[in-house]
């Protein structure tokens, strides 16, 4: 079900996901060099989040190591199951992952296949669309070789090719164009924007604000599983970069302390 631009695509209301972890005990916390040096953690992951992404548009998501934001795309994918709270969905999601849903034995012209068959494609749209995502992916030769003879960029090129062509209805990106090189972004920030164009959704994250910024023109930026701030993408971004410099900065001046 493709909605008209302006209605609700996504609801979060009050999603908060958690799990368990094996953590190790520090040594200063053992009691025993014979005991376990490890411990059960619960980890909150992602707390009492809320937000709504209207159909048709592009939001980013951006926070550093830990922030939620993976969890946050798997739990909407439905890949993780959330604590409390509730999703909403109108439209079938994908989420897109380095490494999601492919046989890295495998050649990169069979897991076109396999990408497009495990996205709900038929085999006969598959065989439709497999020279266009070959194209569009614009690795070479490469596509008949098996993937673990790519690079970071090659994979996440091939993935996007095939998750943009099987026509999600929303498509969660999740770092898969971090390693990218320039002229392939270029091309993928285009091809978002015409899916949007189309009332397709996105919700990407990447490390990279200057990325998110190119892609969406909305932001939530995740602080520790919550979120900070939302708005419009080039405001939170800059914030956020502000946020990381002023990190940085005191980090910095806390070691010199401690060293002197």
Not at 4 to 15: E, H, M, P
Not at 26 to 41: A, E, M, Y
Not at 42 to 71: M, P
Not at 225 to 237: A, F, K
Request: net charge neutral; charged share 25%.
């Amino acid at each position: 079900m493709i909605l008209q631009s302006g209605t609700d695509a996504i609801r979060v209301t009050d999603l908060s996901v958690s799990y368990s972890a094996v953590v190790e005990i520090p040594r200063h916390q053992r009691t025993s060099p014979f005991k376990k040096h490890t411990r059960k953690r619960d980890i909150e992951a992602v707390k009492d989040v809320s937000f709504n992404v209207k159909s048709g548009s592009a939001v980013g998501l951006v926070g550093g190591n830990g922030a939620g934001k993976s969890t946050l795309l798997k739990t909407i994918a439905g890949v993780l199951k959330p604590s409390q709270g509730q999703i909403d969905l109108w439209g079938r999601p994908h989420l897109l992952a380095p490494g999601m849903g492919f046989n890295r034995k495998l050649s990169g012209r069979e897991n076109v296949i396999l990408g497009g068959l495990a996205a709900g494609m038929s085999m006969d749209e598959v065989r439709d669309k497999q020279e266009s995502i070959i194209e569009f992916a614009d690795i070479g030769g490469f596509i008949d070789l098996p993937t673990t003879t790519y690079s970071s960029g090659m994979f996440g090129r091939l993935a996007f090719a095939v998750a943009t062509h099987v026509d999600p209805e929303i498509l969660l990106i999740d770092e898969a164009l971090s390693a990218g090189d320039a002229s392939f972004r270029s091309k993928a920030v285009q091809k978002v924007k015409d899916m949007c164009n189309e009332a397709q959704t996105i919700v990407v994250v990447s490390h990279s604000s200057s990325l998110v910024a190119e892609m969406a023109t909305e932001a939530i930026w995740l602080h520790q599983g919550q979120i900070r701030m939302t708005g419009e993408v080039n405001e939170v971004t800059a914030a956020y970069e502000d946020f990381q410099k002023t990190a940085k900065e005191r980090a910095q001046l806390d070691r010199m302390i401690a060293e002197g």
